[in-house]
């Protein structure tokens, strides 16, 4: 269980990355955003790799929890991705500076550890989708002439550039909105071609 300062760490690393880039996040730069001194961040955490891990372990637990989600959702495939979607875009709206750390896998290609923890979530949302995916086709209520990890691969991608086109553009479309056009887009993609749109 984390402890309310650091969690204070935490949030505040996240918003130094959004904004500075991952070489602005220094220990003396946390110090100064928080307003304690720079052994009073190492009495939380050990080091700046430790901030960072705890940071993605805080991630995984929500890929995790949504994952859990996902498995009890009554629904149909087309229904739980929206539902999973609307809630990751509600997240993002909310908390803009996530994206930084989110989807920029590429600042922790150099730290092996911080890399094993980036791809494990990946993996969770990869395995999340295709499982949502198979369900559907079990079910007949999403084409089969396209493999699971295909259609899972689109779903993501797309999630994923809508959700950095946003963050580079300095947030100045609604999110929710375009999230939403995109899911109506996909859901004509995803659906069975013998199942009438209505």
């Known amino acids: 269980m984390l402890s309310e300062r ?25 110090s100064k955003a ?14 700046k790799t430790e901030i960072l891990l705890s940071i993605l ?34 997240m993002f709206s909310e908390t803009p500076s996530m994206v930084s750390v989110i989807f920029s896998e590429e600042i922790f290609k150099n730290e092996e550890l911080l890399k094993l923890n980036i791809t494990e979530i990946l993996n969770i949302h990869a395995q999340n989708t295709e499982y949502i995916i198979e369900k559907g086709q079990e079910e007949n209520n999403v084409r089969k002439d396209i493999e699971v990890k295909t259609l899972a691969l689109i779903i993501m991608g797309s999630l994923r550039l809508l959700v950095k086109r946003w963050d580079l553009n300095n947030h100045n479309f609604d999110l929710n909105n375009e999230g939403s056009k995109l899911i109506k887009g996909l859901d004509k993609i995803l659906r069975c071609p013998d199942i009438n749109l209505n």
Do not use: C, V, W
């Not at 690393?13 to 602005?24: A, L, P, V």
């Not at 928080?34 to 080091?47: A, K, V």
């Not at 995790?64 to 999973?84: H, P, Q, R, V, Y």
């Open 34 to 47: 928080i307003g304690i001194s720079e052994p009073g961040i190492y009495r939380h955490f050990e080091s």
């Open 57 to 90: 372990n805080n991630f995984k637990e929500m890929a995790e929890m949504l994952s859990g989600l996902m498995k009890d959702f009554e629904g149909t495939a087309l229904e739980k991705i929206d539902f999973m979607f609307s809630g990751m875009l509600d």
């Open 6 to 30: 650091q969690q204070q760490i935490m949030d505040e690393s996240i918003k130094i990355i959004d904004d500075k880039g991952i070489q602005g996040l220094t220990i003396k730069n946390l």
